[in-house]
């Protein structure tokens, strides 16, 4: 029987991951009760173990040789090693001197990797990977929606920008030395994109895609932002409803229905103008040296009643295709941020290379694809184009 942790299912989920060495071992057996029904009992487990290949490559009959080409030395390391590395380095955060430690202790001692021998291997698996890169930037392009945000990392002590584009099926990570509209348009696809783009509050995206639609956990963060420091009503409401449209949609969706009714929409049209008076004037009548967030409030409630705004603000309203948030894209970034916590880029070069490889992994894995065989692939020239 499957105990706590483990199950029946997880253990399908294993023997079907791929490359799976099913053993039987037979305990206690004898002449006198081998008809009889054992006990079955199974053990999921990982075996750590040194290979090395000899590759004897004979000539052909004119005396010359057929060397692959991922032979470039008479003593080389292979690519499954290469694969742990770089899955080490760009998946699960570890420094190079961890990595290079964690390799010496599983080998004995048999194999101590310099600094510059991984990070040459990451310059290798970015180069390798660029068909792919080429092909997610040509799937987003073709996508109906895609995420749009940045955020702030390192490069040799200095400020430099994550750019990212993605979406639930696709991530394209950028490295910019800005976070403007041309960086944008120039350094990324979204210049050439004709969809919607989910984002948070900034005005970078402006006349970018064929629409634009504000994350609304941004907006309720907004507003929460307000009502903890104003006893104001009107912005706890306004959250309320945020949260109600929200939740109405993914009923809908649940329910097989893709829109909401005209009827449904001149509904919630009135609750809203209700809920924004009741605030505004909750507003106009507060003091600003009462009111602790005082030039917060009428920002956001300016955003609430420029009508463009507003529109993007209540996109998802309208379109069921777009998400509600713009929490992919954070999601996304979030291994860029764990990353900085262990050790600075050093160049533009090294972390475009992550950029590149980063985005592959996330691509992968959001299409069900092993990331260590996808990895191992590219490093024998042979990269899994989704």
Same mark, same amino acid.
């Given at each position: 029987?499957?105990?706590?942790?483990?199950?029946?299912?997880?253990?399908?989920?294993?023997?079907?991951?791929?490359?799976?060495?099913?053993?039987?071992?037979?305990?206690?057996?004898?002449?006198?009760?081998?008809?009889?029904?054992?006990?079955?009992?199974?053990?999921?487990?990982?075996?750590?173990?040194?290979?090395?290949?000899?590759?004897?490559?004979?000539?052909?009959?004119?005396?010359?040789?057929?060397?692959?080409?991922?032979?470039?030395?008479?003593?080389?390391?292979?690519?499954?090693?290469?694969?742990?590395?770089?899955?080490?380095n760009n998946d699960i955060y570890n420094s190079t001197d961890g990595i290079s430690r964690f390799i010496?202790?599983?080998?004995?001692?048999?194999?101590?990797?310099?600094?510059?021998?991984?990070?040459?291997?990451? *310059? @290798?698996?970015?180069?390798?990977?660029?068909?792919? &890169?080429? #092909?997610?930037?040509? %799937?987003?392009? +073709?996508?109906?929606? $895609?995420?749009?945000?940045?955020?702030?990392?390192?490069?040799?002590?200095?400020?430099?920008?994550?750019?990212?584009?993605?979406?639930?099926?696709?991530?394209?990570?950028?490295?910019?030395?800005?976070?403007?509209?041309?960086?944008?348009?120039? *350094? @990324?696809?979204?210049?050439?994109?004709?969809?919607? &783009?989910? #984002?948070?509050?900034? %005005?970078?995206? +402006?006349?970018?895609? $064929?629409?634009?639609?504000?994350?609304?956990?941004?907006?309720?963060?907004?507003?929460?932002?307000?009502?903890?420091?104003?006893?104001?009503?009107?912005?706890?409401?306004?959250?309320?409803?945020?949260?109600?449209?929200?939740?109405?949609?993914?009923?809908?969706?649940?329910?097989?229905?893709?829109?909401?009714?005209?009827?449904?929409?001149?509904?919630?049209?009135?609750?809203?103008?209700?809920?924004?008076?009741?605030?505004?004037?909750?507003?106009?009548?507060?003091?600003?040296?009462?009111?602790?967030?005082?030039?917060?409030?009428?920002?956001?409630?300016?955003?609430?009643?420029?009508?463009?705004?507003?529109?993007?603000?209540?996109?998802?309203?309208?379109?069921?295709?777009?998400?509600?948030?713009?929490?992919?894209?954070?999601?996304?970034?979030?291994?860029?941020?764990?990353?900085?916590?262990?050790?600075?880029?050093?160049?533009?070069?090294?972390?475009?290379?992550?950029?590149?490889?980063?985005?592959?992994?996330?691509?992968?894995?959001?299409?069900?694809?092993?990331?260590?065989?996808?990895?191992?692939?590219?490093?024998?020239?042979?990269?899994?184009?989704?």
């Amino acid at each position: 029987s499957p105990s706590t942790n483990l199950s029946l299912e997880k253990l399908n989920k294993f023997l079907n991951s791929g490359n799976v060495s099913y053993e039987i071992k037979e305990i206690n057996k004898n002449s006198k009760n081998k008809n009889k029904k054992p006990m079955v009992f199974k053990i999921m487990d990982i075996r750590i173990q040194k290979v090395c290949t000899e590759l004897r490559v004979y000539p052909n009959e004119d005396g010359t040789y057929d060397i692959p080409k991922s032979i470039n030395r008479p003593i080389q390391y292979g690519s499954n090693l290469k694969t742990i590395c770089a899955f080490m380095n760009n998946d699960i955060y570890n420094s190079t001197d961890g990595i290079s430690r964690f390799i010496s202790h599983i080998t004995n001692d048999g194999i101590n990797l310099s600094k510059s021998t991984l990070l040459s291997w990451n *310059k @290798t698996l970015s180069e390798n990977l660029k068909p792919e &890169i080429e #092909k997610i930037e040509e %799937s987003l392009l +073709n996508c109906y929606y $895609i995420n749009g945000d940045d955020s702030t990392i390192k490069i040799d002590g200095n400020n430099f920008y994550d750019l990212c584009t993605c979406n639930d099926k696709y991530t394209r990570l950028y490295i910019s030395d800005k976070k403007d509209s041309n960086s944008w348009k120039e *350094k @990324t696809i979204l210049g050439q994109f004709q969809g919607i &783009i989910v #984002k948070d509050g900034t %005005s970078v995206f +402006n006349g970018m895609g $064929i629409a634009l639609a504000q994350c609304a956990s941004h907006i309720s963060r907004y507003l929460k932002g307000v009502y903890d420091f104003v006893n104001h009503k009107g912005a706890v409401d306004m959250d309320h409803y945020l949260k109600k449209c929200i939740h109405n949609r993914k009923q809908l969706i649940n329910n097989g229905i893709h829109a909401f009714s005209q009827e449904e929409k001149e509904k919630l049209d009135k609750e809203f103008k209700e809920i924004f008076n009741r605030w505004k004037k909750e507003w106009v009548n507060s003091k600003a040296s009462e009111n602790a967030v005082y030039e917060d409030e009428r920002k956001l409630l300016t955003r609430f009643e420029d009508e463009r705004e507003r529109n993007e603000i209540f996109y998802f309203i309208n379109d069921f295709q777009v998400p509600t948030t713009n929490s992919q894209a954070e999601v996304d970034q979030r291994g860029l941020k764990i990353k900085q916590k262990i050790g600075k880029f050093r160049s533009t070069k090294s972390a475009d290379e992550y950029a590149i490889i980063r985005s592959c992994i996330l691509t992968y894995k959001k299409q069900n694809i092993n990331v260590m065989n996808a990895i191992c692939s590219a490093f024998n020239n042979n990269p899994i184009i989704v």
